[in-house]
């Protein structure tokens, strides 16, 4: 029985582990497929040459709450 629950936790974790890289896999596929996906800056990605950009930031636009009696 030990051995059996010693082997369960292995397999859990090969399966978690499988189950991530086929579903990056299979996101990369679909994004060439339907043409979503960019070589270049995948590429660029994955060989750590692209510097890691700041987020746009929406300027807060000022909204008009009347008062609550």
Avoid at 2 to 10: A, E, M
Avoid at 21 to 33: D, Q, R
Avoid at 55 to 61: C, D, F, R, T, W
């Amino acid at each position: 029985m030990v051995l059996l629950l010693g082997v369960g936790r292995f397999m859990s974790q090969a399966r978690a582990i499988t189950n991530t890289i086929g579903n990056g896999v299979g996101t990369l596929a679909i994004a060439k497929w339907v043409g979503a996906l960019d070589t270049v800056k995948m590429h660029k990605a994955f060989n750590g040459e692209i510097e890691e950009q700041k987020p746009e930031v929406a300027k807060a636009q000022a909204v008009y709450s009347p008062a609550q009696p």
